[in-house]
Structures are given as C-alpha cells and as structure tokens.
C-alpha cells in the first residue's frame, strides 16, 4: 500500500472583499472564471486605502485541476503565519490571533458554494526572532509554531473552500499586537485513497476469520458439562471487541457523509485495548491458582480498576477534542488555558493509571513464574497424565507470555513513531516515514493474536480411558481433562485443580 497519508501545502490568497458594492456572492475564490479580486501584499491596501476587515485569506481544496475523494477519509489543517518584524507593529507576549473563519464546499465547478461551517476562533501565537530587534531587522520572519487549524471526519465532497478573515478593533484589542502578518499557508493532511483500500480489504478478510473462530471457541465451550470459567469468558470478550475493530462499516463513509467516523473509530479501538489490559491481568491471575477467590471478575478490582479510570479519561478527552469538532471543526481544545490545563489533566491520569497498571502485571508475572518454577521441580515426581497436563499448562503460559511481550512492544513503538510523525507539523525539524507496513502490520498482528489465544485456550474435548484416568487422576472414567488452569467442574474443583492450588500455596 503507499504511505498512509498525503502532506499538501496551500499558499492562501488575499482578496479584497466587495460586498459593499453589490457582490455576488459572500465566498471568495482563489481563481477560476469567478475569482476575487486579488491584493499581492499589505502595502498595495495601505497605498489603496483597504483596510484590515475588508480582506480575506481564501484557500481551495484540493489544488486546480484536481478533486477531493471519500476514500481520503479524513482533512487534517495546519496553519502557518510569516509574520514580519517591524518596529512600529512589534509582535507582543502571549499574542492572540482572532480568526473569522467559514468552510464550504460544492460537488461541481459551476453550483454555489455551500456553507459547512462558520465560527470566531482565537489561537496563541508562540514565536521567536532570532535576530536584535533593531531597524536592520525589519522585514524579517519570525519562526512561529504551527497552529492547528481544522479537523473534519469525511471527505464526501469534491471541492472546499476556506475563508479567513482576520478582523481588527483596537477599541475591544482584538488582533492588536500581533505583528505584520504577510501570508497565511496551511497544510492539508488527508489518508491515501490507496492505503484506504487496502485497509478496508484487510477488514472485509480479517471479519470472518475471527468470527469463525469465536463460533467455534464458544460451541466448544457450550459443550462442556460445567459452566464457563472466567479466564473463558474474558477470551470471549477479547474476541467480540477484536470483531467490533473489525466490521467493515468504514464502507459506508465512501457513500454517506459521516463526519463521526474518526471519534467512533476511537472508541473502538479504546474498547479493544481495555479489554486486552484486563485480558492480560486476569490471564496471569489465573495461572496463580494461588487464592479461593479467583475464577471471579470481583477478585480483580484493583487490577482492573486503573484500566477503567485510565480508559474513562481518555474517552473524555477525546469526546471534548473530536466530539465537539463534529459540530465545529475548527474547534481545539488546546487553544485556550482552561481546555490546555483539562486536557493534560485527563492525559496525565490516564498517564498515571497505566503505570499502576503496569506494576501490578509485572508483580503478577513475576509470581506466575515464580510459581511454574516450584511446579517444574515437582514434575519428575509425577504420573504421567498428570505431568503431561502440567508440562502442556506451562508450555502454553511461557509461550503466550513471550508471544504478548513481542505484541505489545511492537504496539508501544508503533505509538511512538506515530505520536513523533504527527509532532513534526509541530516540531518541524524531526521527519520519520511510518509506512503502511506498520499500520497493516500491527492491525494483522493482533488479529493473529486473539486468533491463537482462542485456538490454545479452547476447552479440550479428550476423553482418557478408565486405565489411565482412575490410575493417575483420580478422576472418573470419561470425565474431561480440561487443559486450562481454573477446571470447575459441576461439583467442584477437579483433583489436578486442588493440587495445583496445594502446591502453589506451600
């Protein structure tokens, strides 16, 4: 597939708004058969006499010639401003820009332009002149940080078209003292039309694989004489929140403009990596054998509990980032102090809670572990049914415990490199290409994953023979030897299950 997404630079034009004089329409164009009339820099205006509040920055989406896609999924925004220096219109602290902004879009180059959105926005301006402020200096940028500028969740029309005016009243000191402005450039961001067809085939394929499996899984389940233990059930859900990641109801945003496509997408995925923290919780505390409580979801609170603060958090955020980005996409929660100061809050809890999470798995692999070791040694000792189930259990636990370590490893440098690709629109210098490999790659992976654990941890359906059941297991002939660790059976814990238990605890 290529790359996963698409850096555009737009250059914004300044047109002289004529409304005042009868103008046709209140949308401005760049170019083309209707376009505005045009001012080359400030000086012209001044020279002109057009003041501040009659000119407007239009950009067109996508570039002439070319047309916007639903398969490109998503527009992402990055604004940049040259600010000049000049001794009499220095650059304040802490400057704040207003920008009037308004978004529409039409299907063909000939209808009107309809409007999606239209909203007043402030942004903080954090620039540094590298030079002494003195009369040699002026004309010269300022190095600005990239704003972010605007979001939207579908791209379901051809074309867009952004106005932006950047209105003055000394009286109220809206955009007073933020320098000579002298361009606006913006970045568009949006998927790649190619990527999203691989992506959604990889979906449509990896839908029904899993879904086999979880059939399967549970039917063997539903077969046994006992109820389901925990450990069974967790596997269950693992598995409808790996097949809720994969529906392909992306399918639909290339027919209907649904803008809440990326925050649903979110939530998903939000979903899929609880349940798998707290898959991996309950699966290492299960092959404790180790307190009388376990084989219930209650046991686990502490574990569990970081997980469901950490994953709250995080929805919250992202409700108040894309959840109101739906209504109003030029909306940031990063622009102001308030919505800067909640939303690190939310990050560092949610920070915080994976820590403690963290800790308590260590603690619980460590005693995992600790225990197989004390099993290993007994092992010798034992009948051979008996040592066959023991050798199968720690065989199965060494080898997912390795497999999960490379899985999550895996995703925390996929998040990294991801989180270091989308700073370099705000970092700058820092460049690394995340390929689709990566995003494919690790989407497979944890398919595969849920996929093996379903395969390994299916309840065994072996029968042994009177011989070998009553001679080494004490069990009843036919009864089945269940190959996971928590075996309760209709009438209690089998013998495998109480020695196990009597081990671990001495």
């Not at 009107?112 to 003195?134: M, Q, V, Y």
């Not at 600005?144 to 009286?171: Q, T, W």
């Not at 913006?186 to 059939?215: C, D, E, R, Y």
């Not at 225990?371 to 997912?400: C, D, T, W």
Request: hydrophobic share 45%.
């Amino acid at each position: 597939a290529p790359s996963p997404t698409t850096a555009v630079p737009y250059m914004s034009v300044k047109c002289i708004d004529v409304r005042k004089n009868h103008h046709k329409t209140k949308w401005l164009m760049p170019w083309g058969p209707n376009h505005c009339k045009k001012l080359k820099d400030f000086d012209e205006a001044v020279s002109r006499q057009i003041e501040a509040n009659d000119i407007v920055f239009a950009v067109h989406v996508p570039l002439p010639t070319k047309e916007m896609s639903p398969w490109f999924q998503f527009m992402l925004f990055i604004m940049q401003l040259d600010i000049a220096f000049k001794m009499d219109n220095d650059l304040k602290e802490n400057a704040e820009i207003t920008l009037d902004v308004s978004l529409a879009y039409r299907d063909d180059t000939f209808s009107d332009w309809e409007e999606i959105a239209h909203a007043i926005e402030n942004r903080k301006l954090k620039c540094t002149f590298g030079s002494p402020k003195t009369l040699e200096s002026e004309g010269r940028h300022y190095d600005c940080d990239f704003l972010p500028f605007m979001e939207i969740g579908s791209v379901a029309h051809k074309y867009y078209l952004i106005n932006i005016r950047l209105p003055v009243n000394e009286r109220k000191g809206i955009n007073v003292g933020i320098g000579e402005i002298k361009d606006i450039r913006l970045v568009g961001i949006h998927q790649n039309g190619g990527f999203t067809k691989v992506w959604f085939a990889m979906k449509t394929f990896l839908t029904p694989s899993i879904l086999i499996i979880m059939v399967w899984y549970w039917r063997r389940i539903t077969l046994m004489t006992r109820a389901p233990v925990l450990l069974e059930k967790v596997i269950f859900a693992l598995g409808i929140s790996m097949t809720f990641i994969n529906i392909p109801v992306e399918w639909f945003s290339i027919g209907f403009d649904w803008t809440w496509m990326l925050l649903f997408g979110d939530i998903r995925q939000g979903i899929f990596y609880a349940m798998l923290l707290s898959f991996w919780i309950i699966f290492c505390g299960e092959h404790m054998m180790d307190q009388s409580e376990r084989n219930r979801l209650s046991g686990y609170w502490k574990q569990v509990g970081p997980i469901a603060v950490g994953s709250f958090c995080l929805f919250i955020f992202d409700m108040c980032e894309r959840g109101v980005q739906l209504k109003n996409p030029f909306y940031s929660i990063w622009t102001t102090e308030v919505g800067t100061e909640l939303a690190m809050a939310f990050i560092i809890v949610a920070g915080i809670c994976l820590c403690l999470y963290f800790l308590f798995l260590c603690f619980m692999v460590f005693q995992v572990f600790r225990n197989i070791s004390g099993k290993q040694s007994s092992l010798p000792a034992m009948s051979k049914v008996r040592r066959l189930h023991y050798e199968g259990l720690i065989f199965r636990f060494k080898f997912l415990m390795l497999i999960t370590l490379a899985c999550a490893a895996m995703t925390v440098i996929f998040f990294i490199v991801s989180q270091v690709t989308e700073g370099h629109w705000k970092w700058g210098d820092i460049t690394i290409q995340v390929n689709s490999a990566f995003f494919t790659g690790i989407y497979g992976m944890w398919n595969l994953y849920v996929f093996a654990l379903m395969f390994l941890y299916a309840p065994s359906h072996k029968n042994y023979g009177e011989d070998q059941s009553n001679g080494d297991l004490g069990v009843n002939s036919g009864e089945e030897l269940q190959l996971t660790t928590t075996i309760t059976h209709v009438d209690g814990p089998t013998e495998v299950y109480k020695l196990a238990r009597k081990e671990a605890q001495e």
